[in-house]
């Protein structure tokens, strides 16, 4: 199983940015997939989840409105369109796959003026 997250960089509050998750080594249209988040001094954290079909299972109340999860299982790639960014949302971005336990490396986003 490999996760490669892209798309992280320093934006400025109010930018934009969209994550990508390659994923190779298994059949990744069978599997729910999840974006998670760490924070300098914090807890990783779920942002949102989503079916192997396509439906969004879970966003995060924080980026409600701001951010969205989707997938296209013909490329093998999750995303996630972050609109809107706060520096509040610079943490490393993880791709997880929950039932296989598989993490990618992270990518980093940084919000800051």
């Known amino acids: 199983v490999q996760l490669v997250e892209t798309g992280g960089d320093s934006v400025q509050p109010g930018g934009s940015l969209r994550l990508s998750c390659v994923a190779s080594?298994?059949?990744?249209?069978?599997?729910?997939m999840s974006w998670y988040r760490e924070a300098p001094g914090k807890k990783r954290e779920l942002v949102a989840s989503?079916?192997?079909?396509?439906?969004?299972?879970y966003l995060q109340d924080s980026v409600k409105g701001r951010f969205t999860v989707s997938r296209v299982n013909a490329k093998n790639t999750l995303y996630l369109q972050m609109n809107s960014l706060k520096p509040e949302d610079t943490a490393v971005y993880y791709c997880?796959?929950?039932?296989?336990?598989?993490w990618g490396q992270g990518t980093q986003v940084t919000v800051s003026s």
């Open positions: 997880y796959v929950p039932s296989l336990g598989s």
């Open positions: 080594g298994f059949t990744f249209s069978n599997y729910l």
């Open positions: 989503i079916g192997n079909a396509g439906a969004v299972l």
